[in-house]
């Protein structure tokens, strides 16, 4: 029998433990679990429309990290107010620089009207929402914890944050977007951790019931048309389209209406000129 010597035992120990240690970081890893100390932001939907936990965070659509936690929330939160109103006055400045541009002639200006436009009516429409969205009920919103693995990130102090589908049916994703905010408002935007306005995803069924609402109504008009006109209306109208067609495309009787045009105006001349000359005479006497 072959002695083991107790340096060698120590080696086999060691191994051992190394490779202990490697499996369990290695199930972490798969658990979404990471030894650095990542950035964890937390967003509150009303419907996260099937996201899933380990679902991609993206930022202007780099994946910058993963979905940790997804959970009912418990109790009703309070959060800090967003300034509503710095973002408003953001939008309307923005509002006020597309005006002035769509005045000019210039082609290029029009375009960057546009963008301005654009650009005004999303952060009017985020001010909006920051109003409502400081009051987080139990039973009614849903709590998203997000890490960030990918290091310097240029995360905005303000954000606008939704969740999108990567196909028309395909899994979805945390879409994140910084908003731009000018020189003279960052001191109204002067947060240490950046702040987020959520933007609910657009539901499918929700998507596929508008639609459907919008052609009952549709079918529903053609049959309110249908009664009012009878098929017997409908031919009038139809010669009477291709009359008026007819009309204006006889060339003779649009000479004949120009001439007659121009002697009712010779003839309200002439009736002008011998009232006034009646006139004259009578106040003469």
Do not use: C
Not at 30 to 58: C, I, P
């Amino acid at each position: 029998m072959v002695a083991i010597k107790e340096k060698d035992l120590n080696r086999i120990g060691f191994v051992a433990t190394l490779g202990l240690f490697a499996l369990l970081a290695f199930i972490f890893w798969l658990k979404g679990h990471n030894f650095r100390k990542d950035k964890v932001f937390t967003f509150y939907f009303e419907n996260v429309n099937g996201l899933e936990e380990g679902s991609a965070l993206r930022w202007r659509g780099l994946k910058i990290g993963l979905v940790k936690s997804i959970k009912p929330v418990q109790e009703n939160i309070t959060l800090e107010e967003y300034p509503a109103q710095a973002i408003a006055d953001l939008g309307n400045k923005h509002l006020e620089e597309g005006k002035r541009l769509l005045i000019r002639s210039n082609i290029n200006d029009l375009v960057f009207a546009r963008e301005k436009i654009n650009q005004a009516q999303l952060e009017l429409a985020l001010a909006k929402l920051a109003t409502k969205q400081h009051k987080i009920k139990k039973g009614k919103h849903i709590e998203i914890e997000a890490i960030v693995t990918t290091k310097d990130v240029p995360i905005g102090k303000i954000n606008q944050v939704t969740i999108v589908p990567s196909g028309l049916i395909g899994e979805q994703y945390v879409d994140l977007t910084s908003v731009k905010i000018d020189k003279e408002f960052t001191d109204k935007f002067n947060y240490s951790e950046p702040r987020f306005i959520t933007l609910e995803p657009i539901r499918l069924d929700s998507l596929i019931r508008v639609n459907l609402e919008s052609s009952e109504a549709i079918k529903n008009l053609a049959n309110r048309v249908n009664a009012i006109f009878t098929q017997k209306d409908a031919e009038n109208i139809k010669e009477l389209i291709e009359g008026a067609n007819e009309i204006l495309g006889d060339t003779q009787l649009k000479t004949d209406l120009k001439e007659s045009a121009k002697n009712i105006k010779e003839i309200s001349n002439d009736f002008s000129l011998w009232k006034f000359m009646f006139g004259a005479g009578k106040n003469r006497d």
